[in-house]
Structures are given as structure tokens and as C-alpha cells.
T-cell receptor, first 110, second 115 residues
């Protein structure tokens, strides 16, 4: 059974304090790994797709990386508006649907 | 309207009521999804439609009944719900399975409270 585990469950940072969120997965044949941002009471907002180990993608203060067992979402010099829950999901061979992790709740204080 | 829209945004219903949730996507996608999101749990996939045909039903109780009249619209009909069905219900759309670009785009959700 495919499993996606995100850590930590919650992370509190000071503004400007860089850190990383982790998404580890146990799947049979990864076709893609997806990162989403979700604000309270809203739907998830798509951020990145990573397809193969070694791939990296960046958007403003966010950078996503992928290895054969996990993905990291690096947040550089975060601002309070980066506060949200960040979700990771995987698409695997033989399936046409995403398996989501529970998410990491990020709070950035000014 | 752009992206994926959902109505209503909030719904309070009694256990004997019948109501429907509506989703519309303006992205030209051919796959649509219903998810349930409860506190402290991962998103739970409920139903999948590809080209208007239901392709997955994740053992969802029959009190939830989906309908997909065309590739742009998706409904979730609700009847005789239980308090544990209270959650955020999310609709999403994407290119169909097998497409190169498979990102799912979500609507804002309907916050459902069953009393």
C-alpha cells in the first residue's frame, strides 16, 4: 500500500528563519510528486510537480527537491504570508489518483 | 469565472435533509474529483469521473451520490447524513489519467455541518 508521511506535523518559524519540510513516500513506481499550499478554510493551491529523482523546482521563496525516497520543500527567508498548511501527494504507476500526506502546518511569526 | 468554483461555500443540514453540492471547472479538464477533508486526516478521495464516466468510488456510503452531467460540472447529492459526515468537501479537476500534465486544481470547498 502506498504511504506518504509528512514531517514535522507543525513548524513555527520566525520571519527570515529558513527551514525545510519533509515528505517521505513508500510507493511502487512513482509517476509524480506534488506539493500544494492550503490556507485555512480554502482549497489546496497547486505549487509544484516533480517527476524524477534529482529534479528541483523553485517559486519565490520555495524550492522543492526530490530523491528516490523523499521530497523536501525548502523555505528561504519566510514571511508571515507563507503561513499555511503544505500538502504533499504522490501519483503512482497503475493508479490514476493522488495519495496525500496529512500535511505540515507552518506558522511564520513577524 | 476562472478555475474551479464550488457552491455553496457553507452548508448546515439536519440528518433528514437532502441537499446538493455543486462544482464547476473552467479549465477545459476532463477529469473531476470529490474529496473529503477532516481535521488531522489526509484528503480522502471519494469519487473520480473521467470524461463524465465514474471510474472510482472509494467505498463511499450510499448517502453520498455523485452526478457528472458533463466534463465541466460535478454534483454531490447528500441525504440522511450523519454528524461524522461534517467536513470540508473539495472538488478538483485535472487532465485525464495518462495525460502528461496531471496536476489537480481544487475549488474553495464546501464546509458542511450536519446537526
Amino acid at each position: 500500500e502506498d504511504q506518504v508521511t509528512q514531517s514535522p506535523e507543525a513548524l513555527r518559524l520566525q520571519e527570515g528563519e529558513s527551514s525545510s519540510l519533509n515528505c517521505s513516500y513508500t510507493v511502487s513506481g512513482l509517476r509524480g510528486l506534488f506539493w500544494y499550499r492550503q490556507d485555512p478554510g480554502k482549497g489546496p493551491e497547486f505549487l509544484f510537480t516533480l517527476y524524477s529523482a534529482g529534479e528541483e523546482k523553485e517559486k519565490e521563496r520555495l524550492k522543492a527537491t526530490l530523491t528516490k525516497k523523499e521530497s523536501f520543500l525548502h523555505i528561504t527567508a519566510p514571511k508571515p504570508e507563507d503561513s499555511a498548511t503544505y500538502l504533499c501527494a504522490v501519483l503512482t504507476s497503475g493508479y490514476s489518483t493522488l495519495t496525500f500526506g496529512k500535511g505540515t502546518m507552518l506558522l511564520v511569526s513577524p | 469565472e476562472t478555475g474551479v468554483t464550488q457552491t455553496p461555500r457553507h452548508l448546515v443540514m439536519g440528518m433528514t435533509n437532502k441537499k446538493s453540492l455543486k462544482c464547476e471547472q473552467h479549465l477545459g479538464h476532463n477529469a473531476m474529483y470529490w474529496y473529503k477533508q477532516s481535521a488531522k486526516k489526509p484528503l480522502e478521495l471519494m469519487f473520480v469521473y473521467n470524461f463524465k464516466e465514474q471510474t472510482e468510488n472509494n467505498s463511499v456510503p450510499s448517502r453520498f451520490s455523485p452526478e457528472c452531467p458533463n466534463s465541466s460540472h460535478l454534483f454531490l447529492h447528500l441525504h440522511t447524513l450523519q454528524p461524522e459526515d461534517s467536513a470540508l468537501y473539495l472538488c478538483a479537476s485535472s487532465q485525464p489519467a495518462g495525460a502528461h500534465s496531471y496536476e489537480q486544481y481544487f475549488g474553495p470547498g464546501t464546509r458542511l455541518t450536519v446537526t
